[in-house]
């Protein structure tokens, strides 16, 4: 891997260094996707059936999976998968149940009541990737929040054909509709609904380009998404002490993510630089994804800053996806810590415990987004409602204030529903 000593590099090498693979879209696959999403609303299951057998080399008789179905796939699950399953369903229930929050109820003014209320999103739809990595651990993280805020309508949808896990955890989190359907076009069917798809409110789960681009599309047609995901990223913070096989393993499991995936050592040892430089090329040999881990290593870099506090400013300049505290006494740098998605403390705290079975969620946001976005929760599968009441007393009290913030707005329609009702307690 590359080593860089930061304070040798100059402001424009530092940005360089501190630099994301570019994910600018390719106006090929914005164009492909528009068409497809055209597809889709014109011709709607037919539509669908003809990706399956182009993209995934399936003929489906239907898009939509009986109960019977779901049934017979996940008994293909193995008792040892099933039970991993099981308890990583039960820390992520626990950990998002923790989430709930109370009704706000707050008096503002004399006679003036104030409340926050929530309420489920509706219909959410559920997007689970397919191919080299069917993410059943995915489903786990967007199922489990959504029974949680008892969503009435929670719909899955992933390529064909599904894979036995996901038709496992889909039994298991009790979703309504599960259908065989990927890419693009899932995205299309989820927004605007087909003869088999019933249109949802936000669309949930990460994707390749195409999907990225379907789901920032019907967005943009008011349909909710939970965020737009670049490739994913993590940084490593570590001290002199850290152990140089244990963060190779952590960069090389966010490296076999994809070619465009990114991962950074922040250390403050020059010899533990070298030393997990040496760790991931050994490690890197007997991955049954080398090809992939290998692209992704070459977006990757090892930074040696001048001491931890200086190692903890590049990690917020940088802001990343997911942040390992590799340090003695990780706990004492947690206030520092100014952007992250996920953070995880210690050695042993590897990130693939918080991407299948801590309890924490997988689905974050990247590409520095955590400046102002957060960790997918309970609270994403929910929508507040404020509500207000004002007593007759509260209201005559409160219409003198009103009028006047109304008079200088010079919004004269907003200070006659106050003075209206004046005149009339006259």
């Given amino acids: 891997m590359q080593i860089l000593k930061f304070e040798n590099l100059n402001k424009t090498q530092q940005e360089q260094a ?31 059936k003809e990706m399956a057998l182009k993209f995934d080399k399936v003929k489906l008789d239907s898009i939509k999976l009986s109960q019977e179905q779901i049934d017979d796939l996940a008994l293909k ?17 626990k950990f998002h149940k923790a989430q709930e929050t109370q009704s706000i109820k707050v008096q503002t003014f004399d006679g003036v009541t104030c409340k926050i209320i929530t309420r489920s999103i509706e219909k959410v739809g559920l997007y689970i990737p397919g191919g080299l990595a069917p993410l059943f651990s995915t489903a786990l993280m967007l199922a489990i ?7 009435k309508h929670i719909a899955l949808a992933s390529p064909a054909p599904l894979h036995p896990a996901i038709a496992f955890v889909a039994k298991l989190c009790g979703i309504n509709e599960v259908y065989q359907m990927g890419g693009a076009g899932a995205i299309a069917a989820l927004a605007y609904g087909t003869q088999s798809v019933e249109k949802v409110d936000k669309i949930f789960g990460p994707g390749n380009a195409f999907v990225t ?13 939970d965020m737009q995901a670049g490739p994913s990223e993590v940084l490593v913070l570590a001290d002199d002490k850290a152990n140089a096989k244990f963060i190779a393993s952590d960069l090389l499991s966010q490296a076999e993510h994809g070619a465009d995936s990114q991962a950074i050592l922040v250390c403050i040892d020059e010899n533990l630089a070298n030393n997990v430089s040496k760790e991931v090329s050994l490690q890197l040999q007997n991955l049954s ?32 996806e997911h942040l390992i505290i590799h340090t003695q006494n990780p706990n004492e740098l947690l206030d520092q810590i100014l952007h992250a998605g996920s953070i995880f403390l210690g050695e042993y705290s590897p990130e693939s415990m918080g991407d299948y079975a801590s309890g924490t969620n997988h689905v974050l946001p990247t590409y520095g987004l955590t400046r102002a976005y957060s960790s997918l ?7 507040r409602m404020s509500v207000q009441e004002l007593s007759k007393e509260g209201f005559k009290k409160l219409a003198p204030i009103v009028e006047i913030l109304a008079n200088a707005e010079g919004l004269d329609a907003h200070k006659n529903a106050v003075s209206i009702r004046l005149e009339s307690l006259k």
């Fill in 18 to 48: 501190l630099k994301r693979p570019a994910i600018g879209v390719n106006p090929q696959v914005k164009t492909i996707v528009e068409n497809i999403i055209k597809e889709v609303k014109e011709k709607g299951d037919e539509a669908l």
């Fill in 77 to 93: 699950v193995d008792d040892e998968l099933q039970e991993a399953i099981k308890i990583a369903y039960k820390n992520i229930y």
């Fill in 145 to 151: 929040p959504a029974k949680i805020a008892q969503c």
């Fill in 213 to 225: 681009e379907a789901k920032k599309q019907v967005n943009n047609d008011s349909v909710a998404i």
């Fill in 289 to 320: 994804r080398k090809e992939i881990a290998s692209k992704a290593i070459e977006n990757s870099k090892i930074i040696i800053a001048k001491n931890l506090e200086h190692a903890i400013s590049i990690s917020n300049e940088y802001a990343p």
């Fill in 377 to 383: 929760g309970l609270a994403d599968f929910m929508k």
